[in-house]
């Protein structure tokens, strides 16, 4: 197969794990290269996502480099054998890649944690809120364009209510609440779809408010991707230039650490159920109270 020209996020996160556990071992290229009986041009291929790798090799590579970790010599074979393509690869062409990426690893995470400042989270977005956002930017979309946009983000919501839906937990800062995003009653829909949203049972979201304690978080926002294997899991933080995927467990725990504080800080969560008269001390109170002023 000719060389990959565009490999995705997963791809590319496979390529850098088999590097990695040769680098650990002290094994060279051509040294890896005769453990497959390949070519040595062929292993920098393959660690930098432009070849792929049958998963039996992937096995082999990591047994050769003393990787005793069954668990995660597993997760690197399923990402070698996956094959089919996803409903977002329609979108190929249209879309950035790390758009499509996200979605990708949406679709493959075990949990999902996100933080956002003055946005609602894409994934908990109304089709009007999503579509008004997308009717602001700075440069013009034409209609097909905006219409891509719009159907790929209200697709990407399916994953919270399907099967084997992944744990979601969503901190918003009140400021995002307050933005006027396409006037009154496409903010009360959006505040509305919050509160139904958070009964569900893997989604919680909570509240930040102004009064709330200030947090090295505050200043960016970021969608944790977490996988069953830890070591796995993927931070994106959007650019509108450049979208950065982080992968290196030093800030991926500092990630983790950050959104525990993050959470400590925000209101109560969205409950179960909910009934009645919420405090304003409590998220779906806040977002009540803020219904009540539109």
Same mark, same amino acid.
């Given at each position: 197969?000719?060389?990959?020209?565009?490999?995705? =996020?997963? %791809?590319?996160?496979?390529?850098?794990?088999? +590097?990695?556990?040769?680098?650990?071992?002290?094994?060279?290229?051509?040294?890896?290269?005769?453990?497959?009986?390949?070519?040595?041009?062929?292993?920098?291929?393959?660690?930098?996502?432009?070849?792929? $790798?049958? /998963?039996?090799?992937?096995?082999?590579?990591?047994?050769?480099?003393?990787?005793?970790? &069954?668990?995660?010599?597993?997760?690197?074979?399923?990402?070698?054998?996956?094959?089919?393509?996803?409903?977002?690869?329609?979108?190929?062409? +249209?879309?950035? !890649?790390?758009?499509?990426?996200?979605? #990708?690893?949406?679709?493959?995470?075990?949990?999902?944690?996100?933080?956002?400042?003055?946005? $609602?989270?894409?994934?908990?977005?109304?089709?009007?809120?999503?579509? @008004?956002?997308?009717?602001?930017?700075?440069?013009?979309? @034409? &209609?097909? =364009?905006? #219409? &891509?946009?719009?159907?790929?983000?209200?697709?990407?919501?399916?994953?919270?209510?399907?099967?084997?839906?992944?744990?979601?937990?969503?901190?918003?800062?009140?400021?995002?609440?307050?933005?006027?995003?396409?006037?009154?009653?496409?903010? +009360? %829909? %959006?505040?509305?779809?919050?509160?139904?949203?958070?009964?569900? *049972?893997?989604?919680?979201?909570?509240? $930040? *408010?102004?009064?709330? @304690?200030?947090? /090295?978080?505050?200043?960016?926002?970021?969608?944790?991707?977490?996988?069953?294997?830890?070591?796995?899991?993927?931070?994106?933080?959007?650019? *509108?230039?450049?979208?950065?995927? $982080?992968?290196?467990?030093?800030?991926?725990?500092?990630?983790?650490?950050?959104?525990?504080?993050?959470?400590?800080?925000?209101? *109560?969560?969205?409950?179960?159920?909910?009934?009645?008269?919420?405090? =304003?001390?409590?998220?779906?109170?806040?977002? !009540?109270?803020?219904?009540?002023?539109?």
């Amino acid at each position: 197969m000719p060389p990959r020209t565009n490999p995705t =996020e997963r %791809q590319l996160r496979l390529g850098a794990e088999l +590097r990695k556990l040769r680098e650990r071992a002290g094994v060279q290229p051509p040294e890896a290269a005769a453990l497959l009986g390949l070519d040595r041009s062929r292993i920098s291929h393959i660690e930098a996502a432009r070849l792929g $790798i049958r /998963p039996e090799r992937v096995q082999l590579l990591a047994e050769s480099y003393g990787c005793t970790d &069954a668990t995660f010599v597993a997760a690197l074979v399923e990402r070698a054998q996956e094959r089919s393509r996803g409903w977002w690869s329609s979108y190929r062409g +249209r879309l950035k !890649q790390s758009t499509l990426d996200l979605a #990708e690893l949406e679709f493959h995470a075990s949990y999902i944690w996100t933080f956002e400042t003055l946005f $609602i989270p894409g994934l908990l977005q109304t089709e009007g809120y999503a579509r @008004s956002i997308f009717d602001g930017v700075d440069y013009p979309l @034409s &209609a097909g =364009e905006l #219409e &891509a946009r719009l159907s790929f983000r209200l697709q990407r919501q399916q994953i919270l209510v399907g099967e084997n839906a992944p744990e979601y937990h969503a901190i918003i800062h009140e400021a995002a609440l307050r933005v006027g995003v396409g006037g009154p009653a496409v903010m +009360r %829909q %959006q505040l509305l779809r919050l509160i139904e949203m958070g009964e569900l *049972p893997n989604v919680t979201i909570q509240v $930040i *408010p102004f009064e709330g @304690s200030i947090h /090295p978080a505050l200043n960016g926002t970021y969608v944790f991707l977490g996988d069953e294997v830890s070591e796995l899991s993927t931070v994106f933080v959007e650019h *509108p230039v450049s979208s950065l995927f $982080i992968r290196d467990s030093e800030s991926i725990d500092r990630y983790k650490n950050l959104h525990a504080g993050l959470a400590r800080r925000g209101l *109560p969560a969205v409950e179960k159920m909910s009934s009645g008269v919420n405090s =304003e001390k409590s998220t779906v109170g806040l977002l !009540q109270h803020i219904l009540y002023t539109l």
